[in-house]
């Protein structure tokens, strides 16, 4: 019961460790929660059956935060609000410039410019993930100086668009976050529920008091969070996890629960399958001095290309002459992107002339969906009487 913290490198068996205590409560007649960040449900779920050879998940919940608050909501009730997406929010800031415009003395040049409302809204995402309110900004505004000035053009417009989303009942991802969080105490078929997070890169303070308030109802939280080993060279590459750690076990004492961390270490040696270049690169990329790593068998690759299209043509060649010479399968590949928003476009198009399939890791809208479209046009169809206009 409390805190528990699994902490160790990636490929330590932390996310298996996870796996097989939620079977364990699973056997014991308790339902368990496995909290898992968004887009990675499926996958945490299917990796949830593999380690626990069971041909499905009945008692066992695996949620991504998204979906957490939507089932609480719709169990316990929540603000009638409505969420606005992205876009809303630029919209929103784009109105809350115009009405500040007259008190900005850094940004009122550029506040009308495209993509000002975007960036805007993005920072003040940020800002309400790490409880920094309006007030706090004009606390360390202090001075004449361009940094004080353009805190306090950020405090007038975050404040103006608080004050715009109030005014018509809307609210964005981070206020609806913070009304789940007071929203929690009331969920009480969550008591006595284990609850367990896994493949959080960076739990942000509001993040945090989430899982604060679950623990105080829950009564048993444990935490996977990827941390070096006390002394290892690299450990500055690690600083989010060390953060997150300090933040998890200050939640925990401030509300009277013990805690525990469990550190698990990957014996030397024991790499599932990965190539020696790879484990080498993991251990030594952000240590300094790096030792050489002799008798190299060409895991590791290095091209150059001129344009984004060269680069995006080299790895679709790549990944053709791995299945057609290698025997690899297309499922058994993974392209990474620095910016897939960047690079999708170029990825659909250059893969689909190579005759490699390819799924664009990233969310679309429903009704950008075939299925979809052809559904509605059908509705269409009907409701207008079969008319051509």
């Known amino acids: 019961m409390g805190l528990t913290v699994i902490a160790g490198r990636a490929g330590s068996g932390k996310s298996r460790l996870i796996h097989e205590r939620i079977g364990a409560a699973a056997r014991s007649g308790r339902p368990a929660l496995l909290i898992v960040p968004e887009q990675y449900t499926l996958e ?33 009730g929540g603000p009638r609000a409505a969420v606005i997406d992205r876009r809303g929010k630029a919209m929103a800031l784009r109105r809350a410039a115009e009405d500040t415009m007259p008190d900005l003395s850094v940004f009122g040049r550029v506040a009308a410019r495209p993509g000002f409302a975007a960036g805007m809204a993005d920072l003040l995402a940020d800002l ?49 976050m913070a009304a789940f969080i007071d929203t929690l105490p009331r969920a009480q078929y969550l008591r006595g529920t284990p609850v367990f997070v896994d493949a959080f890169d960076y739990l942000p303070p509001r993040t945090v008091r989430m899982l604060g308030a679950l623990l105080e ?23 989010a996890g060390r953060h997150s750690l300090e933040a998890l076990r200050d939640m925990a004492e401030r509300a009277g629960q013990p805690v525990r ?39 590791v690759r290095l091209l150059e290309a001129a344009t984004p299209e060269d680069e995006v043509e080299s790895a679709a060649g790549c990944v053709a002459r791995l299945v057609r010479e290698e025997g690899l399968r ?8 620095g910016d897939l928003a960047e690079y999708a476009p170029r990825v659909a198009r250059i893969f689909a002339r190579h ?12 009704l950008h969906h075939p299925a979809v479209t052809c559904l509605l046009a059908a509705l269409r169809v009907v409701a207008r009487n079969y008319r051509a206009q």
């Not at 109802?217 to 690690?238: I, K, Q, S």
């Not at 005759?355 to 429903?366: E, Q």
């Open 330 to 337: 297309w499922r058994d590949i993974a392209v990474v992107c």
């Open 128 to 176: 309400k993930n790490f409880d920094v309110t309006p007030d706090r900004l004009l606390a360390a505004a202090q001075g004449e100086e361009l940094l004080p000035r353009k805190l306090r053009d950020v405090a007038a417009l975050y404040r103006a668009f608080d004050a715009f989303l109030a005014g018509r009942r809307y609210m964005d991802s981070e206020d609806r």
């Open 261 to 299: 961390v469990e550190r698990v270490a990957r014996p030397p040696g024991s790499v599932t399958g990965r190539a020696p270049e790879i484990d080498h690169l993991e251990r030594w990329l952000y240590a300094y001095p790096a030792p050489l790593l002799r008798g190299s068998g060409g895991a």
């Open 355 to 366: 005759g490699v399939p390819v799924f664009l890791d990233n969310r679309r809208p429903v």
């Open 44 to 76: 945490a779920e299917r990796s949830l059956i593999t380690t626990l050879g069971v041909p499905g998940l009945l008692s066992i919940e695996v949620m991504s935060p998204t979906r957490l608050i939507e089932d609480v909501f719709s169990r316990v």
């Open 217 to 239: 109802v829950c009564g048993d939280l444990t935490v996977a969070l990827t941390l070096c080993g006390d002394g290892d060279p690299d450990a500055l590459a690690f600083e």
